[in-house]
C-alpha cells in the first residue's frame, strides 16, 4: 500500500497525487493529528541557548529599524507563537481531553526541551486517572523512558528523574489538580483582544499578575513547582490550555507575564535591540517570545 503523508491538509480543490499509471494516492496530514506544539520543539529556548543555532540574521535586520519598529516586530512574532500554542492545546484537549491534556502538557513543560518526548511517553502510560488508582513511584515511571533520558548539559536539579519526583509530590498532593485548574476558567480576567503594546509594568499592577503568580503556585501546583519553572509551566501549559478551553481571551495575561527560563542570549538579545525600558517595557514573557519566533 502507498500512502501520501502531508505535514498541512491538501488545499480545497487541489488535484490528488497520482501513480505514475494514473491511481490515485490516499493521503494523511499530519497538522490536525498533532498533540503537542512541533514547532516549539524546533524552537524552544533551551536548543536555541544549546546550540546557537537559531536564525540570528533575522535578529540582526531589526537593527536597521526604529525601536518601537522593532517592539512591534516582536509583538507579531509572539501573537503568532501564541496563537499556535493555543491552537495545539485545542487538539489535544480534543482528542485527550481536559484532564489528560493538562497532565500531558505538564509533564511535557517539566521535561524541558531534551525529555519532552520521553515524558509524554511516561504520560500515555501512566493516564492521570491510573496514576491515581496506582501512585507509581519516581523509579517505575523513569523505567518507561529507558535509554531515552538526556542528562548531559542539564543541572542536576533539572534531571529527568528530580522533574518525575517533583510532578509524583504535586500529583499525590493534588491528584485533582486539573479540575483546580479549570475553575481558574471563569475566574481569570476575560480581556478580548492581544494588545501588547501597552505598558508591562502598569497592565501587571492593574491585572494584579504577582497576586495570580501566587494563586497558580498555592491552589494548582501546591508550591510543588516554584521560580522560574513555574512562570514557564503557566506560559507554555496553563495559559494555552485555558485559552483552549473556552476561547478566552488570555493573550494578553500570556504577553506580560513574567519570563520563566528565559535563556541568556534572548535576554542579551532584547537588551542590544533597546526594546526593554524600565518602568514601562519590563522584562517579560512576549518580549522573549518574540526573540524565539525570529530565531526559529
Not at 502598569?202 to 512562570?231: H, I, N, P, Y
Not at 503557566?234 to 483552549?244: E, H, K, N, Q, T
Request: aromatic content about 10%; overall charge neutral.
Amino acid at each position: 500500500m502507498i500512502l501520501h503523508v502531508l505535514y498541512h491538509p491538501l488545499a480545497r480543490g487541489a488535484p490528488p497525487t497520482l501513480t505514475e499509471s494514473g491511481v490515485e494516492i490516499p493521503n494523511v496530514s499530519l497538522m490536525p493529528l498533532l498533540w503537542y506544539d512541533l514547532e516549539a520543539y524546533a524552537s524552544d529556548d533551551s536548543i536555541v541557548e544549546s546550540t546557537r543555532s537559531g536564525n540570528e540574521a533575522a535578529i540582526e535586520k531589526l537593527f536597521e529599524l526604529s525601536i518601537e519598529e522593532r517592539r512591534e516586530r516582536l509583538r507579531c512574532q509572539a501573537l503568532e507563537r501564541w496563537e499556535l500554542k493555543v491552537h495545539f492545546s485545542r487538539q489535544r484537549i480534543k482528542h485527550c481531553g481536559w484532564e489528560e491534556a493538562c497532565h500531558m502538557t505538564a509533564l511535557e513543560v517539566l521535561g524541558y526541551a531534551a525529555n519532552r518526548i520521553p515524558m509524554l511517553w511516561v504520560a500515555s502510560a501512566f493516564p492521570l486517572a491510573r496514576c491515581r488508582n496506582e501512585k507509581p513511584g519516581v523509579e517505575r515511571l523513569f523505567e518507561l523512558g529507558r535509554d531515552r533520558w538526556i542528562t548531559l548539559g542539564a543541572r542536576p536539579a533539572n534531571y529527568p528523574r528530580q522533574r518525575l519526583l517533583q510532578y509524583v509530590e504535586w500529583m499525590n498532593r493534588a491528584p485533582f489538580w486539573p479540575s483546580v485548574l479549570e475553575d481558574f476558567e471563569r475566574r481569570l480576567p476575560n480581556l478580548q483582544g492581544n494588545d501588547f503594546g501597552g505598558n508591562s509594568a502598569e497592565f501587571r499592577k492593574s491585572c494584579g499578575l504577582g497576586e495570580w503568580r501566587d494563586r497558580f503556585s498555592k491552589e494548582v501546583v501546591l508550591e510543588q513547582v516554584g521560580g522560574a519553572k513555574l512562570d514557564t509551566l503557566i506560559c507554555d501549559g496553563f495559559l494555552p490550555l485555558l485559552a483552549a478551553r473556552n476561547e478566552r481571551g488570555l493573550g494578553m495575561f500570556w504577553f506580560y507575564w513574567f519570563s520563566g527560563n528565559a535563556p541568556k542570549s534572548v535576554v542579551e538579545s532584547l537588551k542590544n535591540l533597546q526594546v526593554l525600558q524600565p518602568r514601562r517595557y519590563v522584562l517579560s514573557n512576549g518580549w522573549t517570545q518574540g526573540i524565539l519566533g525570529l530565531r526559529a
